[in-house]
């Protein structure tokens, strides 16, 4: 919509609209046909947006209140509105401007919502960490327990188990508060294969408790390894946001299953993330790398998520894409990385886990 000229109607004493302009049509999705049909303005009252930021008047009303509308394209715009009252003759008019203000209010919502994540997230990992020290104690009782000789052979073998579990928590708890720590500047060469099984590492209770099997497909040549060169702490950030995407996708299908491709494709790495949910409609495929796009309800994610990722994996000289897919197929994204300049032997595998 053109910032430069306000969406305006003029209506008359009961809002019956007057007159408008194009940039009203543009705002509202609105044609006019379908405009005629339903010449009020009484669309205002029922889109009123709570803003925290407006001034309110002495009797506690809002000044000049903050509107959100979903226009007929699925659009959505936030606006204020501004009335010039006028006389026509002996008809008493009123021009209605719209001051369009979504990138404000979107920036001032998403701010507020990040800002609450890192309260969260402070939170959950001085949490994590406590987990931590309490999983150690629990590690070095186990260790002495099955040094102990008085005890028998079961119990020894349960003791050993317990100091297993216990050192698998704290390698998850190790990649939880490595994926939390801030990105640095810092690059280093690294497995590919290894950097997916540490995103999955992080993921792995959350697909088990809700069924989802994952596989890791690695098909390499003899002659080379998946290696690339990159902040391991930004494109884990990549990964498990696809993975997350994948998992919201599969909870109301039949089944439940996550692959991750990973081939060399001439001078770069290819990492495929295809699930069996049902895929993204051609209507919202254009839109999903946008800031702020979002396809889930009110409240639940940022409409960031695929936006950072496509940035991160760029800023690394590489791509993220989403592939074209039939109906039945889910969804596929592709990430395209540059090759490490490695020389090292990895033979095809597979591995698989029931999360």
Do not use: W
Not at 231 to 258: F, G, H, P, W, Y
Not at 301 to 325: A, E, P, Y
């Amino acid at each position: 919509m053109d910032k430069t000229t306000f969406p305006a109607v003029v209506v008359d004493s009961e809002k019956k609209i007057f007159r408008f302009n194009r940039h009203f049509l543009e705002m509202t999705g609105q044609t006019q046909a379908t405009l005629s049909k339903r010449p009020s303005l009484e669309f205002i009252d029922q889109c009123r947006y709570k803003d925290s930021s407006q001034s309110t008047s002495a009797q506690g009303l809002a000044r000049n209140p903050l509107y959100r509308i979903e226009n007929l394209n699925g659009d959505t715009f936030f606006f204020r509105v501004h009335e010039v009252p006028f006389d026509e003759g002996d008809n008493p008019l009123t021009l209605v401007l719209f001051h369009d203000e979504t990138e404000k209010a979107v920036l001032r919502d998403e701010n507020q919502h990040m800002a609450r994540l890192a309260s969260v997230g402070e939170l959950v990992s001085s949490v994590i960490h406590e987990i931590g020290n309490c999983t150690a104690i629990i590690s070095g009782c186990a260790e002495l327990m099955a040094m102990n000789t008085q005890l028998d052979e079961r119990t020894h073998e349960e003791a050993g188990r317990i100091k297993s579990e216990s050192d698998r928590i704290s390698e998850v708890i190790k990649s939880f508060l490595g994926f939390a720590r801030k990105g640095e500047k810092d690059l280093e060469t690294m497995s590919l294969e290894q950097l997916v099984i540490n995103a999955l590492e992080l993921k792995k209770y959350s697909l088990r408790r809700k069924s989802i099997v994952y596989h890791i497909n690695l098909d390499v040549s003899d002659d080379s390894q998946l290696s690339i060169i990159g902040n391991r702490t930004l494109l884990m950030q990549v990964l498990v946001n696809l993975i997350d995407n994948s998992e919201e996708a599969l909870a109301t299908c039949e089944k439940k299953e996550i692959k991750i491709n990973l081939e060399r494709v001439g001078p770069n790495a290819s990492i495929e993330v295809v699930d069996s949910g049902p895929g993204i409609s051609n209507q919202v495929r254009d839109k999903i790398f946008e800031s702020f796009y979002t396809t889930k309800k009110a409240g639940v994610g940022t409409g960031l998520g695929l936006s950072i990722s496509r940035r991160i994996v760029n800023d690394h000289q590489g791509d993220l894409v989403l592939k074209d897919t039939s109906k039945d197929e889910g969804a596929a994204f592709l990430i395209t990385l540059p090759l490490a300049d490695v020389e090292a032997v990895s033979p095809p595998a597979q591995r698989e886990g029931t999360a």
